[in-house]
């Protein structure tokens, strides 16, 4: 194997994998990456054995064809050391990598490829294409909904279905829901219904980050794969079933409560400087057009916030999470809120005024 590169290109593609890097005892090949090289594109693999990214880059000098594995710090620390706009020259000799950049030779030492895992044989059951912006802002609305380390490991991620033409994406960690729904036109799709972990979508929000563009997503039994621009993203599938949600939502809204987002985040930021630490409670007082947030803590402060609403409905008493509240305040773009209140008083729903397609609920604290 052996090929020559621009620094800065290789770097480039470096920074992108080695986060996927991992240091591991018992099966060191996990701190290097997979270089490879096979009609005329140079592929860069690293994986965590949950994620996996790979970079493709073609190849416009000479090069030799074949695959070895290196250590990716290593590698990353000698190309920054190097001349950004010099070329690097990588060879595979005697089972070490020689490589040369400017007046420097540094040989590393290898593990063999047939250690290293990957996902080559990916066989998917489902694939569709979307709008790389669309599919950032779902992640956007919901992410924050996910679970945290739970026990139920079903929460600690994020729900991708497809219902009919529609692909929808759900997060809760049992306290909190949200979901955001798209339709994808003109495509046939096969219905699945899977669970992405919380990891794989941060790194794959993280991804998009790119100019507008379609890109491709493939699915699989236990794992999803997503092409974008010269990137491949594999991400393991958390094993179980989601929870059903349906239920959560109210059958028919009436008497939603338009609430503007500016003037409701600014009450609650003033009101969560003296929550209790543990709890984050707020209380909220809604009577005669007016919204009252109060709250105090476990050294007896106290804190009220008034401000004007169009309401003329019977008084509503209600205590929440104010951190979840910001959340979804944070994550809507829409001037208003509208919020109801379900029968039983025990959650809330959220939708923005100019969004029909998302979607939240939050769990009440009990008054």
């Known amino acids: 194997m052996k090929f020559q590169i621009k620094n800065n290109i290789f770097i480039q593609n470096l920074q992108k994998i080695n986060r996927f890097?991992?240091?591991?005892?018992?099966?060191?090949?996990?701190?290097n990456i997979l270089i490879s090289i096979k009609n005329e594109i140079l592929s860069l693999t690293a994986t965590n054995l949950e994620i996996e990214l790979i970079a493709n880059i073609p190849l416009i000098n000479y090069y030799k064809s074949g695959e070895i594995t290196v250590s990716s710090r290593k590698l990353l620390d000698i190309c920054r050391n190097s001349l950004n706009s010099?070329?690097?020259?990588?060879?595979l000799h005697d089972n070490k990598i020689h490589i040369i950049s400017n007046q420097s030779h540094y040989i590393?030492?290898?593990?063999?490829?047939?250690n290293f895992p990957n996902h080559h044989d990916f066989n998917h059951i489902s694939e569709f294409y979307i709008d790389s912006h669309i599919l950032k802002t779902m992640i956007e609305?919901?992410?924050?909904s996910m679970a945290k380390q739970d026990v139920r490991y079903y929460l600690n991620g994020m729900l991708l279905k497809i219902i009919h033409t529609s692909l929808y994406m759900v997060a809760t960690d049992g306290y909190r829901l949200g979901i955001t729904k798209t339709i994808l036109e003109n495509q046939k799709i096969e219905p699945f219904s899977i669970i992405v972990t919380r990891k794989g979508i941060i790194e794959l929000y993280k991804l998009l980050n790119v100019s507008r563009q379609l890109i491709k997503i493939l699915i699989s039994k236990n794992s999803i794969r997503i092409y974008i621009e010269q990137l491949i993203f594999t991400a393991q599938l958390i094993e179980g079933e989601f929870p059903n949600y349906d239920s959560l939502f109210l059958k028919q809204k009436k008497n939603g409560i338009i609430i503007n987002c500016i003037l409701l985040k600014q009450a609650l930021l003033r009101a969560a400087i003296l929550t209790h630490e543990k709890f984050c409670g707020v209380a909220i007082h809604i009577k005669n057009n007016q919204l009252k947030v109060l709250s105090d803590n476990q050294e007896e402060e106290t804190v009220e916030d008034v401000f004007n609403i169009k309401y003329i409905g019977p008084s509503i008493k209600i205590?929440?999470?104010?951190?979840?509240?910001?959340?979804?305040?944070?994550?809507i773009n829409s001037e208003n809120i509208l919020l109801f209140l379900n029968n039983s008083n025990n959650s809330?729903?959220?939708?923005?005024?100019?969004?029909?397609s998302t979607t939240y609920i939050v769990m009440l604290l009990k008054y």
Not at 86 to 91: A, T, V
Not at 108 to 114: A, N
Not at 322 to 331: F, K, Q
Not at 348 to 356: H, K, P, Y
């Open 348 to 356: 809330i729903q959220i939708e923005a005024e100019n969004d029909a």
């Open 21 to 31: 890097t991992t240091k591991n005892i018992s099966f060191p090949i996990l701190e």
């Open 86 to 91: 010099s070329n690097i020259q990588l060879e």
């Open 108 to 114: 590393l030492k290898t593990l063999p490829c047939s």
């Open 141 to 144: 609305k919901i992410y924050f």
């Open 319 to 331: 205590s929440i999470n104010v951190y979840y509240m910001l959340d979804i305040l944070n994550s």
